[in-house]
């Protein structure tokens, strides 16, 4: 090959390298703060067969600085002690079980069962956990001080605590999630784990009825804040928010992330969308070439070891730093190509269910279209 074409390869592989940091600095946290004044508070968490991760949550909010007038768990039709859990006796915390009403037709059992909860509550401010969240002690004051500056709605992406090796294989969701939209005061985005608003404005936007049947149900909440002319805000949350996601194995994860990652894709803003696909085509480039280099694989570019494993290292460096405030996946990043396997697996599975639109999740059928 030309040297010149040579040269223009690894200047791009440089730009792709130079994406991924430009994308991903600047993902400010949620910062600390205590809320002024009396504004009465409601944290609403729907929970289908959460007994194992429910009583996190709610040790959780028992510890937190900021009391919450009411702590509302909606039991969505749970087959498990969900329900026992929530009914259990916590330290300096009241819990309400709420156990609606048969799922209607064109909900979704997330949507439907927060409809119930607000329903359910008279707080002025409604704040939406997971019921799989982990909250450090200062984070409801750190949320609402935030609510409390910007307005409309604010929400928070947690830590990805991850116990098992297969967790770790989800380190480019996280990233790729998180590269692909803009952070911070006004971005645009929203994160459905950990939400606050207004009652107020929730009920100006029309609540969880205006999103009924999504799937992605945050994403479709923020546009229409935005349509009424509400800030939309946006943090992560390490050191004050953390989730492990899919503990139950392997399969729940690829289910998981399949269901949701090709219709949030669609509504990703085309520029940002190029960005993260030239930084994602850097890295599986990166990916092929060490071994290809040492197997003898076909490729294009300096086949060289040297310069193959400088490439590797430059993108298994980077992935080390940028994903560390993300989530705890550690040595997965030493060996990248693995997870691009599977990210590109599960990026194949996520077009099947678009076109069979629908997937099995926690014993329903959920719809996959946009």
């Not at 429910?54 to 768990?73: K, M, N, T």
């Not at 803009?182 to 994160?191: K, N």
């Amino acid at each position: 090959m030309p040297m010149v074409n040579l040269g223009l390869v690894n200047i791009s592989l440089l730009v792709r390298w130079g994406l991924g940091w430009a994308l991903c600095l600047p993902m400010p946290a949620l910062p600390a703060g205590e809320p002024q004044g009396q504004a009465s508070v409601a944290v609403l968490i729907p929970a289908r067969n959460e007994e194992a991760t429910l009583p996190h949550l709610l040790q959780g909010l028992a510890r937190q600085s900021f009391r919450p007038q009411e702590v509302i768990v909606i039991d969505d039709h749970s087959t498990d002690r969900t329900a026992a859990v929530a009914s259990q006796a916590y330290p300096r915390l009241q819990v309400k079980l709420v156990q609606p009403p048969p799922l209607p037709a064109g909900w979704c059992g997330k949507t439907w069962a927060l409809h119930q909860g607000v329903a359910a509550s008279s707080a002025e401010l409604l704040v939406f956990l997971d019921a799989d969240t982990e909250p450090a002690p200062d984070f409801l004051a750190s949320l609402l001080a935030c609510h409390q500056r910007l307005g409309g709605l604010v929400s928070v992406q947690p830590y990805h605590r991850t116990e098992r090796a297969y967790e770790r294989l989800s380190v480019l969701f996280n990233l790729v999630g998180l590269m692909a939209v803009t952070l911070g005061p006004g971005g645009g985005v929203a994160f459905g784990p950990a939400m606050v608003t207004s009652r107020a404005d929730y009920d100006r936007i029309g609540g969880h009825e205006a999103v009924a049947g999504k799937v992605v149900e945050d994403w479709f909440l923020a546009h229409h804040y935005e349509r009424a002319g509400l800030p939309v805000s946006a943090y992560i949350g390490h050191g004050r928010l953390a989730y492990r996601m899919y503990p139950g194995g392997l399969g729940d994860m690829v289910v998981g992330f399949a269901k949701n990652f090709a219709t949030a894709a669609a509504e990703v803003r085309w520029l940002r969308m190029v960005a993260v696909l030239l930084w994602l085509s850097g890295l599986f480039w990166a990916a092929w070439c060490l071994p290809a280099a040492l197997l003898g694989w076909p490729m294009l570019g300096d086949r060289s070891l040297p310069a193959n494993l400088l490439l590797y290292g430059a993108f298994a460096l980077q992935l080390l730093l940028i994903s560390w405030r993300l989530g705890s996946f550690g040595w997965i990043n030493l060996i990248f190509p693995v997870p691009v396997l599977f990210f590109l697996g599960v990026f194949l599975l996520a077009i099947v269910n678009l076109k069979r639109g629908s997937v099995q999740w926690k014993g329903r059928s959920v719809s996959t279209s946009p």
